[in-house]
């Protein structure tokens, strides 16, 4: 799977969209781009995934750029509960058999 | 409500004492697999079950057992724990194998062998 690159640490103010960037210049053209999150010592929490697309749903949207080499996570109006890691994974769509690889993420620190 | 639940959340134990850790799915997933997580290395895959009866190994196995003889539950079972076992542990379900779906990840369980 293709190795991503995230910023160790971000602050956003609360109320306002939080982006966060990964770069996976490696990607291969199956690969898929995830998101999870994990708020302090809980399970992982998956976001969003996509592979071409920009995508979107409740909680995150997700851009992908034309050459997939980057991707943003953008939380809209973050809130103080949106703080956490945030993992950028990529992966191939391989039925499941090969487990999730987290790399170290990016702590989002979101400021009253 | 839709949920991967673990038992237990904490559990402290000697060395050599078996244990069971259980895991059970409510979302009837083919897929579920067991993680630790250790600070600084992150999340690995223990072992990984694409369905009934079919189980394989992660990327760190080693004394670990698991079982899946029902799709909604798949324990995680110690042998023989040993104190590098210390860990939190989470388990996660998929549907279709984790084909294009996020994976639902339990609330953990906080392991200590001393």
């Known amino acids: 799977d293709a190795k991503t690159t995230q910023p160790p640490s971000m602050d956003c103010a609360e109320g306002r969209a939080a982006n966060l960037p990964c770069n996976h210049s490696?990607?291969?053209?199956?690969?898929?781009v995830y998101w999870y999150r994990q708020i302090h010592s809980q399970g992982p929490q998956y976001i969003i995934h996509?592979?071409?697309n920009n995508e979107t749903n409740e909680m995150a949207s997700l851009i992908i750029t034309e050459d997939r080499k980057s991707s943003t996570l953008i939380l809209p109006h973050a809130t103080l509960r949106d703080t956490a890691v945030y993992y950028c994974?990529?992966?191939?769509?391989?039925?499941?058999?090969?487990?999730?690889?987290f790399g170290k993420g990016t702590h989002l620190i979101i400021q009253p | 409500e839709a949920q991967v639940t673990q038992n237990p959340r904490y559990l402290i134990t000697v060395t050599g004492k078996k244990l069971t850790v259980t895991c059970s799915q409510n979302?009837?997933?083919?897929?579920m697999s067991w993680y630790r997580q250790d600070p600084g290395l992150g999340l690995r895959q223990i072992y990984y079950?694409?369905?009934?009866?079919?189980?394989d190994k992660g990327d760190v196995p080693e004394g670990y057992k698991v079982s899946r003889k029902e799709k909604r539950n798949f324990p995680l079972i110690l042998e023989s724990p040993s104190p590098n076992q210390t860990s939190l542990y989470f388990c996660?379900?998929?549907?279709?194998?984790?084909?294009?779906?996020?994976?639902?990840f339990g609330s953990g369980t906080r392991l200590t062998v001393v």
């Open positions: 996660a379900s998929s549907p279709f194998g984790g084909r294009g779906y996020g994976y639902t």
């Open positions: 490696t990607i291969s053209g199956n690969e898929y």
């Open positions: 996509g592979l071409k």
């Open positions: 994974i990529v992966r191939v769509e391989r039925g499941g058999a090969d487990g999730l690889t």
């Open positions: 979302m009837n997933h083919e897929y």
């Open positions: 079950s694409m369905n009934v009866e079919v189980t």
